[in-house]
């Protein structure tokens, strides 16, 4: 396989791969940064792991039941084992907490995944925007692209620069990569760094919610439709949304179920037996994607883009509602 198909290939997964757990063991553990932590896991009997791309990530589901997020940024090509970094952020709801106090080389955990709504596609040149633990899909991509030999610059944001994972590695690919240090450098120029459309040029960004909101304003005012790729860690906001009720009829049984106001599509469902495998409950993960067959969806996720969203053929279950009387999903 040629370096350029690499950017083009599509591992097939299928969803009951997606979803099946694997057992796992963490085989390293490394300080990356101040408060980042990059743990290496093995199939614990030994197998090779399922196939992924840059933009992938797992579900983690730690022993203290909370299941969290994380991307992959290992070697794809290398599937004896998985690398993720994890952020111990102060304002977390426990996962990160818990990942840097209890796991060690030799935990077993269990893992889903990997799935991918983040994932690379094939262009002419390349602009990466990180910040802060937003590097670690970033950092599989950047290697792809440059396996393939395609231009891209990097520009890479976080508190300080201990603070910064994988910044050694990335400053030795030389001076196509940007440091943007805050507590020296302040905040990264993205009017500069954004100021030059081309249509030739796709834009990937992972980070926190303030940075991607800057750069979803600027690539929507100035940039070519389709041109940013993001991923977000946290849901992004909805402003004026309002619940009313609503059907939903589920295509395979034929049977149609309220769905209340004050409740979700994935709570109602579950509470008619009809359960559907979720993680995040906020919109960010894409476990809950759901096949819409006929409607049309208010969409209130953080994974797809616009263009996914006015397609009308799938939707998120835990945050997304219904435009119109009746949804039939593909269940």
């Not at 106001?261 to 037996?273: H, I, M, R």
Request: hydrophobic fraction near 35%.
């Amino acid at each position: 396989m040629s370096a350029l198909a690499t950017l083009t290939h599509s591992s097939t997964v299928t969803f009951e791969e997606e979803e099946r757990e694997i057992k796992t063991t963490v085989v390293a553990r490394l300080d990356a940064a101040t408060d980042v932590v990059l743990l290496t896991l093995a199939a614990a009997d030994g197998s090779e792991l399922p196939a992924w791309r840059p933009g992938a990530h797992i579900d983690v589901l730690l022993s203290n039941g909370i299941t969290r997020q994380y991307s992959l940024c290992s070697d794809p090509d290398d599937r004896s084992s998985y690398t993720i970094g994890v952020l111990n952020a102060p304002a977390s709801r426990g996962g990160s907490r818990y990942v840097h106090e209890s796991l060690h080389v030799g935990t077993s955990l269990t893992i889903r995944g990997p799935r991918n709504h983040f994932e690379l596609v094939d262009a002419q040149r390349y602009v990466f925007i990180a910040g802060g633990i937003g590097i670690t899909p970033i950092a599989a991509m950047l290697r792809e692209v440059e396996n393939a030999g395609k231009p891209w610059m990097l520009y890479y944001g976080g508190r300080t620069v201990s603070s910064m994972a994988l910044r050694e590695e990335l400053e030795s690919l030389g001076d196509r990569v940007s440091i943007w240090p805050e507590d020296t450098a302040g905040f990264m120029d993205l009017a500069t760094i954004l100021g030059s459309p081309d249509e030739d040029t796709v834009v990937y960004t992972c980070g926190p919610e303030p940075l991607l909101a800057a750069i979803e304003k600027i690539c929507d005012a100035r940039w070519p439709e389709g041109s940013l790729h993001y991923e977000r860690f946290a849901a992004k906001a909805i402003e004026g949304a309002t619940d009313t009720a609503f059907e939903v009829e589920l295509a395979k049984s034929g049977r149609r179920i309220t769905v209340p106001a004050d409740k979700s599509v994935l709570e109602t469902l579950g509470e008619n037996g009809v359960h559907i495998l979720s993680s995040c409950g906020e919109g960010t993960c894409g476990t809950c994607e759901t096949p819409v067959l006929e409607g049309e969806v208010d969409h209130r996720d953080s994974v797809l883009t616009k263009d996914e969203q006015s397609r009308n053929d799938c939707m998120m279950v835990c945050v997304s509602r219904s435009k119109c009387p009746l949804l039939v999903l593909d269940v």
